[in-house]
């Protein structure tokens, strides 16, 4: 089981600040869609550069011209680029042949997606490395998570490792690492802390402790 630490809402500077923190305790590093949107992908290349030993997922959430973007991602140091469960077929093929081209990874986000079992199905035929269900920021505002949905797609996923995002926090993670996902995503719950590396750690060591 890894741990993914998801940097939304800060800058470069500061995302890189905050990584050397917890560097130690996190596997993958990602950046959101935000600072994509925002500073670009040199966000995800100084990310990279600044922390050779860690995974970078670059959060494109892209829905077209799939295997354009994936390259694009990945000359700046993705090492993970994501793409969205509702974009068409054809656009997550795309995107699968350009990473394993690259000996890249992808993953599939399906938030917003209506039925999660069958576009889980759907994509793990399409090769894809990750499938993750995702609680926006949006819906959790209004109480809402992932587990139940990452129960869904562990009962039906046979080739993609699993991941879930959203709201993930100290307290909500013993019900989230039992359903035994590949992958953890946490944002605020690290990031928003007083005292990330203490948060970082206490998370990992949940983590490790549950997969050991």
């Known amino acids: 089981m890894k741990l993914q630490l998801a940097l939304d809402l800060v800058n470069t500077e500061e995302a890189i600040a905050l990584v050397e923190e917890v560097k130690d305790h996190i596997d993958i590093v990602e950046i959101g869609t935000p600072i994509v949107k925002i500073e670009g992908l040199k966000a995800v290349k100084a990310m990279k550069e600044a922390f050779p030993q860690l995974e970078v997922l670059a959060d494109m959430k892209t829905m077209d011209a799939a295997s354009y973007e994936v390259q694009k991602a990945v000359e700046n140091g993705a090492d993970i680029v994501t793409i969205l469960g509702a974009a068409e077929d054809e656009s997550i093929k795309g995107a699968v042949e350009e990473a394993k081209k690259q000996g890249k990874e992808i993953l599939v986000d399906l938030i917003a997606v209506k039925d999660i079992a069958k576009r889980a199905q759907e994509v793990d035929a399409m090769g894809v490395d990750y499938i993750c269900v995702h609680t926006g920021y ?51 719950g690290i990031a928003g802390q007083e005292d990330k590396q203490a948060a970082a750690e206490k998370i990992e060591a949940l983590i490790k402790q549950e997969t050991a």
């Open 138 to 188: 949006d819906l959790q505002a209004v109480g809402k998570n992932s587990f139940e949905d990452l129960q869904t797609i562990k009962g039906v996923v046979k080739n993609a490792k699993t991941a879930i995002a959203g709201g993930i926090k100290l307290e909500t993670l013993p019900e989230v690492v039992q359903a035994q996902p590949d992958l953890v995503i946490v944002g605020g």
